[in-house]
């Protein structure tokens, strides 16, 4: 997630700059979606604050509710469910009161599926279900069809067609390759065979959801990966800080244009700033780095690459 974190970062301030209000507001969301799968929770609320101002000062009806579903989602990733509930809730009647239908451009059902789940409301579940399968078949979306197999394997009480539900999303995320919802497909997986005593069998989907999480930078659901991990018996080991979360988006752009060979002229004109704000970039990045060089530099952002694949 840190490359989409600094790619978001960057096209909200392109917007900014250039003075387009509605790519600002979409910028703004996009980037807060991020943030919310980062747990990067004060900065995900301003932004999504910011882009539905934007949304009703232009009356921009997508920006309110993908905003809405962004806060629901952050909810959902601190593990705070009865307000992820009340926000998806809001974000659902928002949304198909307006006619927004496509499940994956205002993602909210999914995440209000898995909610209800996990508050034990299977009804509500169920109905939130529905309406996602119904909005993945009118739109062909493999990733909303995704979510409801894995919300299924979750709800299914019968454990061999549990097992067909997850197959199911897994072979669908291959279609539509999302490595953060995979992850999160393999953890529902590997939660479900846990609680169901197969501890041995819950390791494998969880070690690849928490694999997937750390290489994201996902950390709150890394956390939870790890508490499902050890709930199984195997201790689960330390994790490697990477280097690019402790950098700003900006200051993460510039570490990787100067990584891969660029000088300061050639990092400016890519980025659209000026040498000097480059070179006050890497004062700050090597600040907080501990380093004093370019190659030190890189090689600290060619071992964040091998810590990310593994």
Known sequence: MSSAYAAAAESAALAEDTGQVSELGNSLVTLARVEAGLGHTAACREHVERAQEIGQRLQIGGIFAVGGGVLGLLELSLGRLEAAVERLEATGRYALGRGLEEPMVVPWAQDLAEAYIRVGDRGSAERTLATLDAQAERTGGRQAAAAVARCRGL??????????????????????????????????????????????DAREPLRDALEAFERLGAEPWAQRARRELAATGEQVRGQRQLVARELTPQELQVALAVANGASNREAAAALFVSPKTIEAQLTSIYRKLDIRSRTQLAKAMHEDALALTG
Not at 179 to 198: I, M, Q, S, V
């Open 155 to 200: 709800l299914e009480a019968d454990e061999a067609r549990a097992e067909v539900w997850f197959a199911r999303a897994l072979d669908l995320h291959e279609q539509r390759p999302d490595p953060f919802e995979r992850a999160r497909t393999e953890l529902c997986h590997g939660e479900r065979l846990r609680r169901a005593r197969h501890r041995a």
